[in-house]
């Protein structure tokens, strides 16, 4: 069976800081992969996405980015953060085959 | 990827059957509708997925009119337990050669009372 992995479950970081949330699949091969942002009572933004390694879609603006240095393997990263960084990361896989995606953990980042 | 409208909020009691209308008047041919369930600190949860018609599963069932630019999730017998947000969304139906984006609006928060 296909498992995702997040880690850190939580994280408080100070503002300026670097940032890396590490997201792994397992069970599967050639996901699609997408990292999302859920800020405090609202919904779920997509923040990147990709269809395999070295190949990464970024839908907003912003001092995040992200790499798949690995088939199964996403990270999200940044330099500096900010107060706004402040959220629940979620990254999620899909089959190609299906149209489901499956979330994993998440992880609850606070900046302050 | 079609934007999607549904009520911000639904109550309901225990035992009843609740359904919750999204709108998705600009979906595309090949875009499939989906539901999500989701509770406060865990990421989103397949619910169902449809094209046209009626879908049902163990879980709730998922109708879909004609013109497809609507569809129902429909809980029946909902339980103290079904309290979550449910967030209807449209996008690239299953295959190899799309994104699978999916993309969330604020969904519906359904508090089930006793």
């Known amino acids: 069976s296909q498992t995702i992995h997040q880690w850190p479950a939580t994280l408080v970081q100070p503002v300026g800081s670097p940032l890396s949330l590490e997201c792994t699949v397992e069970g599967t091969s050639n996901p699609n992969l997408y990292w999302y942002r859920q800020a405090a009572g609202r919904g779920l933004q997509l923040l990147f996405y990709?269809?395999?390694?070295?190949?990464i879609s970024s839908e907003v603006p912003q001092n995040l980015s992200a790499s798949r240095p690995q088939d199964r393997q996403f990270i999200l990263s940044s330099k500096k953060l900010l107060l706004s960084d402040s959220g629940f990361y979620l990254c999620?896989?899909?089959?190609?085959?299906?149209?489901?995606?499956?979330f994993g953990p998440g992880t609850r980042l606070t900046v302050l | 990827l079609a934007k999607t409208t549904q009520p911000i909020s639904m109550d309901s009691y225990e035992g009843q059957e609740v359904n919750i209308t999204c709108s998705h008047n600009n979906i595309a041919t090949n875009d499939y509708i989906t539901w999500y369930q989701q509770f406060p600190s865990q990421g989103p949860r397949f619910i169902i997925q449809g094209y046209k018609t009626k879908v049902t599963n163990e879980v709730a069932s998922l109708f879909i009119p004609a013109d497809r630019k609507s569809s129902t999730l429909s809980l029946p017998r909902v339980s103290l337990s079904d309290t979550a947000v449910y967030y209807c969304?449209?996008?690239?139906?299953?295959?190899?050669?799309?994104?699978?984006?999916?993309?969330f609006g604020q969904g519906t928060t359904l508090q089930v009372k006793p």
């Open positions: 990709s269809v395999g390694i070295g190949q």
């Open positions: 999620a896989w899909r089959s190609r085959s299906r149209h489901e995606q499956f």
């Open positions: 969304l449209v996008g690239d139906g299953p295959g190899s050669s799309n994104t699978g984006k999916l993309i």
